[in-house]
C-alpha cells in the first residue's frame, strides 16, 4: 500500500494520504533550534538540549500529539478543520491533503470547503526560531470571512522528565501573558525582579513565545485549559469552536501560546501570514517579528536559502543508474539521513526522547563517515572533536559529554565519570572506529597535513592525529583475553553481548586487524620504517591466530566467553550463525577468497531474508550464556535476530569488495526503504529514511521496522553503496574506480566533486558483468589501471570506465 511518492526533482517525499500507519517525520533547524515535524503536525521542539531546553510539548507513545497547530474557522458556518489533517481530522472524502517532506522544511496544502490552505513549517538557516507560514486562498465563488488560530502547547519546565512528571513543581513555576502581538509564556517568571541572570537555586527567567505576523490579532489565549475547554480535545478546542479565545492567561496551570486572526477573502484572492514560536525574551521576540512584515518575500527567501544550502552539499555527490529506488536515496534521502545522525547524533526523535546527555563514541564516529564525500569540511570538525574524546591511553571516552572539554575530563578510570554518565567501563570498538573514519577523510581530502595536525587527548597531554591512532592500536594491544583476540571490556559493537571484560570479540579483532592495516599508511607518508616493520609483524601473528581460533568451516565464530565458552559455533543449538563476523572478515582484508565466498554464502543460505540479513540465527531463547543479553527481547526483534540495518552497510560493501555486485544490490533493495513504498503497510516507518532495525523471520510482525532516523545505517549503507556498490575508493594519492553493480546495469553515471574537481564519470556494461574492467580512460587518455592519479585531475575530469 503506497502513502506517498518521491518528487527527485524538488527533492521531496509527498504524502498523498495523511492516515499513515505511523507519523512520518521530518527534522528542521539544527542542534541550536532542533524540531520534529510528523505530516500532521506532530512533534516538538527545543533550544540546544532536548533533555533541558524542551519548549514544545509532546506526549510519546500517543499517536502524535501534541504539535504545531493551525486551525481555520469559516465565521458563516462556524465549520473548523485544521491546515494538517490532524488533529481535527476531517473526513477525508471531503478533506483533500498533501504534506511535502524537503530538506529542513515541511510544507502541507490542503483544500477544504473551498479554501485552499499551504503550512510551511521550518527554521531559518543560522537562527533559533520557528517559522509556520500560512497561506490561506479563497477558491469559493463568495466572499469568506475566516478566523485563523495557531497553537504551540508550551512545556512548563524546560527540562523534558520534571515537565511530565514533576507535576508539584513545574505547574507552580509558569504564567504567560500577552504583548502586542504574541503570548510569552515565563518559566520562573517571580524571579524577574532578582538582579539580572543571577540565578537562584541554579534557576534563572524563561521566556518562550508565540507570535504573529503580516494581521492583527484579533484574540489571544495562554491557558491551555481554557483553549481547549474541559472534556474538548485538539479536534475541538472551545476557543476554536467559538471563533473567540477569550484572551485568557496562565498563573499555575499549564501553558499555551494561541493567537487569533480574522482574514476576510474576495473569491480568487489569498493572504499570507506566519506564527513564530521560540524560546526568547519578549524584547527580541518582537524583533524577530517585526523581521516579517513583508510575510510572503521573508518566507520564500528563507526557504530558498535552506534549500539551496541543503542542495548544494548533495550536489557533491549524485548518480544516474538504472534504479530509481537507489538513485533517490544516494542522491537525496540516504544523504540527507546521513547529515541527521551527523548533526543529531541520537539526540530527539520520536523513539529517542532527548535524555541522552552527550554523544556515544563508536555512534559518532561512524555517522561522520557518511557525510564525508559530502561535506569534508563539516566531517573534519567533528573528528578533530571526537579525537579530542580520545584518553590518553587510546580508547574513547564512551559517552562524550555535551559540555566536553578537551585535555580536563575524567573517564572511565574515574568514579565520578561512571557515577555521572552511568559507563562503566571502556569499550572494546570504541577508538577502533577511527580508522576506517580518519582514513576515509584524508583519502577523500587529501590533506595530508591533518596527519600531523596536534589534538588534545580527552584527560591530559595531545599527539599528532598520527599518534592518536597509534595510542588506539597500543590500545587494544595491551587489552587482549586469554587466547591473544581483543578483550571484549564492557562491550563491542552489539551492547546485548557481554563477552565479559576478558572475553573476546571475533568483530572486534577483524576491526584490530583492519587499523593495523590503515595504521600502516600514516606510517609510510610518515617514512616511519620501525613502526611499519613492527605492525607488519604483529598483524602476521595477529592473522595466524585469527585465523586458527575463529575459523569454523563455513563461518568465523563470534568469539569467546570471559569462562571459555565458543559464542557462534557451527553445531550451537542458538545463535550458531552471526552476521557481523563474516561481513567483517572481508571488509578488513583478512577472509582468503576462498574463506569470503563460504562465509558470505552461509550469509545468503542461512541468515538472508527478503528483508535484509537478521543479526543472528537461531535466536536466543533456552540456550543463552550469562552475557547474551539478547535474550530479553522477543525472537526476531533488535539484536534476538532482528535485521538490524546498520549490519545491511557492511555486508553490502563485503559482497561488492568480494565483486559480487548482484548479491550487493539484492541486499540493497531487501532494506531501502524506498524499496518499500508499496509496503507501508508492513514496513510502517517512513519510506525515506532507515530505522535501526526490522523484525526478523521469528517474529509475526516480519518485515516491520523501527527506530527512524537517528540510527547508524545511514552511514553504514551509504558507505557501502558509494565505496561498495558504486566503487569510489579513494587513497592518498587519488581515486580507484571499482564498480560492484547488478550484471543488468548496462550502463550508469556519476558526477563527484573531489579535492577541489568536478568528476564526471560514466559506466558502460556492454557484457553484463558484476565487477571488474576492461578499459579506463581519463579526460580520453586510455590507462592502465582503473586508478585516477590525483595529478590527472582537471577541473573537469571527464572519466570513462568499460567493465
Not at 508565540?210 to 480535545?233: I, M, Q, W
Not at 588534545?456 to 588506539?472: C, I, M, Q, W
Not at 538472508?608 to 522477543?634: C, K, Q, R, S
Not at 527506530?707 to 553504514?716: E, I, K, M, N, P
Request: charged share 25%; glycine share 8%; hydrophobic share 35%.
Amino acid at each position: 500500500m503506497k502513502y506517498g511518492f518521491f518528487d527527485d526533482g524538488a527533492r521531496e517525499y509527498v504524502i498523498t494520504r495523511p492516515d499513515t500507519p505511523a507519523p512520518w517525520a521530518n527534522y528542521l533547524g539544527s542542534p541550536e533550534y532542533g524540531a520534529l515535524i510528523s505530516n500532521n503536525a506532530g512533534g516538538y521542539s527545543f533550544a540546544k538540549s532536548g533533555a533541558n531546553g524542551r519548549l514544545l510539548r509532546y506526549v510519546f507513545n500517543n499517536f502524535d500529539q501534541p504539535g504545531r497547530y493551525m486551525y481555520i474557522r469559516d465565521n458563516e458556518s462556524k465549520d473548523f478543520w485544521s491546515a494538517s489533517w490532524q488533529p481535527v481530522g476531517k473526513s477525508l472524502d471531503e478533506y483533500r491533503s498533501e504534506c511535502r517532506h524537503g530538506t529542513a522544511y515541511t510544507r502541507m496544502l490542503a483544500d477544504y470547503a473551498g479554501i485552499h490552505s499551504e503550512a510551511l513549517y521550518y527554521v531559518p538557516l543560522n537562527k533559533s526560531y520557528e517559522v509556520w507560514n500560512l497561506t490561506v486562498r479563497n477558491d469559493s465563488g463568495k466572499a469568506r470571512k475566516l478566523t485563523v488560530t495557531g497553537y504551540a502547547e508550551f512545556t512548563n519546565n524546560s527540562n523534558y522528565e520534571q515537565d511530565q512528571v514533576n507535576l508539584q513543581y513545574s505547574l507552580f513555576i509558569g504564567r504567560t501573558y500577552f504583548d502586542k502581538n504574541r503570548v510569552v509564556q515565563q518559566v520562573h517568571g517571580n524571579l524577574a525582579d532578582i538582579e539580572k541572570d543571577k540565578p537562584v537555586d541554579n534557576k534563572i527567567v524563561t521566556e518562550r513565545f508565540l507570535g504573529l505576523a503580516g494581521n492583527p490579532v484579533s484574540s489571544y489565549c495562554g491557558d491551555k485549559e481554557e483553549f481547549l475547554g474541559r472534556y474538548h480535545t485538539y479536534a475541538n478546542p472551545a476557543g476554536v469552536e467559538r471563533g473567540d479565545l477569550g484572551n485568557g492567561l496562565s498563573y499555575n496551570e499549564n501553558s499555551c501560546g494561541a493567537v487569533s486572526t480574522v482574514i476576510e477573502l474576495q473569491p480568487g484572492e489569498e493572504k499570507s501570514i506566519a506564527f513564530i514560536v521560540g524560546m526568547k525574551y519578549s524584547d527580541e521576540a518582537e524583533k524577530i517579528i517585526a523581521g516579517y512584515d513583508d510575510v510572503r518575500k521573508t518566507c520564500e527567501a528563507e526557504l530558498s536559502e535552506l534549500k539551496e544550502w541543503w542542495h548544494g552539499k548533495f550536489e557533491n555527490f549524485q548518480v544516474k543508474t538504472p534504479s530509481a529506488e537507489f538513485n533517490t536515496m544516494i542522491n537525496t534521502w540516504n544523504a540527507y539521513n546521513c547529515f541527521m545522525t551527523f548533526i543529531w547524533s541520537r539526540a530527539a526523535s520520536f523513539i529517542y526522547c532527548g535524555l541522552r546527555n552527550g554523544y556515544g563514541y563508536r555512534d559518532t564516529v561512524q555517522d561522520i563517515q557518511g557525510v564525508i564525500h559530502l561535506a569534508p569540511e563539516m566531517a573534519v570538525e567533528k573528528i578533530r572533536f571526537m579525537l579530542s574524546a580520545q584518553v590518553d591511553n587510546g580508547g574513547g571516552l564512551p559517552l562524550v559529554k555535551f559540555t566536553h572539554n578537551a585535555g580536563h575530563e575524567d573517564t572511565p578510570d574515574d568514579a565520578s565519570y561512571v557515577k555521572e554518565t552511568g559507563h562503566p567501563a571502556y569499550r572494546a570498538d570504541d577508538a577502533l572506529w577511527l580508522f576506517p573514519t580518519v582514513f576515509k577523510y584524508v583519502s577523500e581530502t587529501g590533506n595530508l597535513a591533518f596527519i600531523d595536525e596536534v589534538i588534545p587527548f580527552a584527560n591530559k597531554d595531545s599527539g599528532t592525529v598520527y599518534e592518536h591512532l597509534k595510542r588506539a592500536i597500543n590500545f587494544s594491544m595491551e587489552r587482549l583475553g586469554p587466547h591473544g583476540l581483543p578483550a571484549g571490556l564492557y562491550a563491542d559493537w552489539n551492547d546485548c553481548l557481554r563477552l565479559g571484560k576478558n572475553g573476546e570479540s571475533s568483530f572486534v579483532a577483524f576491526q584490530y586487524y583492519y587499523a593495523m592495516t590503515v595504521i600502516k599508511h600514516f606510517a609510510e607518508y610518515k617514512k616511519d620504517s620501525e613502526y611499519i616493520a613492527f605492525i607488519d609483524r604483529k598483524q602476521a601473528e595477529f592473522g595466524k591466530l585469527l585465523n586458527d581460533l575463529c575459523w569454523n568451516e563455513d563461518r568465523f565464530i563470534r568469539g569467546f566467553t570471559e569462562a571459555g565458552e565458543t559464542i557462534g559455533k557451527r553445531d550451537d543449538p542458538e545463535a550458531n550463525m552471526w552476521l557481523n563476523p563474516q561481513s567483517w572478515s572481508v571488509i578488513s582484508g583478512f577472509a582468503s577468497k576462498e574463506q569470503a565466498e563460504k562465509a558470505l554464502g552461509s550469509v545468503r543460505k542461512q541468515l538472508n531474508t527478503e528483508y535484509g540479513a537478521v543479526l543472528m540465527d537461531p535466536p536466543y531463547h533456552a540456550h543463552a550464556f550469562e552475557g547474551a543479553l539478547a535474550v530479553i527481547y522477543n525472537a526476531g526483534v533488535k539484536e534476538n535476530s532482528g535485521i538490524f540495518s546498520q549490519s545491511q552497510g557492511w555486508i553490502i560493501l563485503a559482497e561488492a569488495l568480494s565483486g559480487h555486485g548482484n548479491a550487493a544490490f539484492t541486499y540493497f533493495l531487501e532494506n531501502a526503504p524506498s524499496a518499500q513504498n508499496d509496503k507501508a503497510e508492513v514496513r510502517v516507518l517512513e519510506p525515506y529514511c532507515y530505522g535501526q532495525f526490522t523484525e526478523g523471520k521469528a517474529s509475526p510482525h516480519f518485515g516491520r521496522s523501527h527506530v527512524h532516523w537517528l540510527t547508524g545505517t545511514a552511514s553504514t549503507v551509504m558507505v557501502g553503496c558509494v565505496e561498495g556498490i558504486l566503487g569510489m575508493r579513494p587513497d592518498f594519492g587519488g581515486l580507484r574506480i571499482a564498480p560492484s553493480v547488478p550484471s543488468d546495469w548496462k550502463e550508469f553515471s556519476m558526477e563527484k566533486t573531489f579535492r577541489g574537481k568536478k568528476l564526471k564519470i560514466s559506466v558502460e556494461n556492454p557484457n553484463g558483468k558484476e565487477s571488474g574492467f576492461t578499459e579506463f580512460y581519463v579526460n580520453g587518455e586510455k590507462l592502465s589501471d582503473n586508478y585516477v592519479p590525483e595529478s590527472k585531475l582537471t577541473a573537469t575530469t571527464e572519466i570513462r570506465l568499460i567493465m
